[in-house]
């Protein structure tokens, strides 16, 4: 069973999904401070207990947080389904990854993603590293407001979201065409690479590869820098309606 030690996770988590929680667990002495969260989980019913703080040392070893919430396990969106509902969404705005192995970097994806409104993000079952603890820490509470599909073939997904109207453009520091010379004001699906780029049999599934123009001196920006960015630069193009998400 997942555990959150994040306050900001937890207590979005709490807000959010009230209903995948089972309990929280406070080491005595740091009531006050998590004040708030146990104000929270008294409104949404969830029960919270306070354990002296050898119990709680030796419940959650090598802890560094005095508060944890027991939750289920994260729930993807099921590919098929997403795919049947995106006409519910008006202008779907989605990011697709081949892959990422590295949870800090997913974590800040996430939390990117919920900042900006981006509408689902589409990993692979294989080749990646999945919601763990420290993706939901690093999120601070983005998981909840962000849906995650998973899919078993990502270039044959790409096709599919294409013939339903949604353009695919990858993003790729060695393309011709910088990003924001593209209208993204459409259902778009920003397409991003493992922290080693984008493999040739998926570049082949987008409409268009981009990039983002950096310094010739040092080109490479790591896949959640550039995710950040180029979230924001569709952000820019839709303006103020897009703000309403």
Request: charged content about 30%; some cysteine; overall charge neutral.
């Amino acid at each position: 069973m997942p555990l959150l030690s994040s306050r900001n996770s937890i207590l979005e988590t709490i807000r959010e999904h009230p209903e995948t929680i089972h309990r929280l667990w406070i080491e005595a002495g740091y009531e006050r401070v998590s004040d708030e969260v146990i104000r929270e989980a008294k409104k949404h019913g969830i029960s919270f207990r306070v354990l002296p703080g050898e119990t709680f040392s030796n419940k959650f070893k090598e802890a560094k947080s005095h508060i944890f919430l027991e939750r289920d396990e994260v729930s993807y969106i099921e590919a098929d389904s997403f795919l049947k509902g995106l006409h519910s969404i008006n202008n779907p705005f989605l990011c697709a990854f081949d892959g990422i192995y590295d949870p800090q970097n997913l974590g800040n994806i996430i939390r990117s993603a919920a900042c900006l409104g981006v509408d689902a993000i589409i990993l692979p079952k294989d080749r990646t590293c999945g919601i763990t603890e420290t993706v939901a820490r690093i999120s601070k509470g983005g998981i909840e407001h962000v849906h995650i599909v998973r899919v078993t073939n990502l270039p044959r997904y790409l096709e599919e979201m294409k013939r339903v109207g949604i353009f695919c453009y990858g993003l790729d520091e060695q393309a011709a065409k910088p990003l924001w010379s593209v209208d993204l004001k459409g259902s778009v699906c920003l397409v991003f690479g493992k922290e080693d780029g984008l493999r040739s049999l998926t570049k082949t599934k987008c409409d268009e590869i981009l990039k983002i123009p950096t310094s010739e001196a040092f080109p490479s920006l790591n896949v959640a820098t550039s995710f950040a960015v180029s979230v924001y630069e569709v952000k820019r193009q839709r303006g103020k309606e897009y703000s309403k998400k």
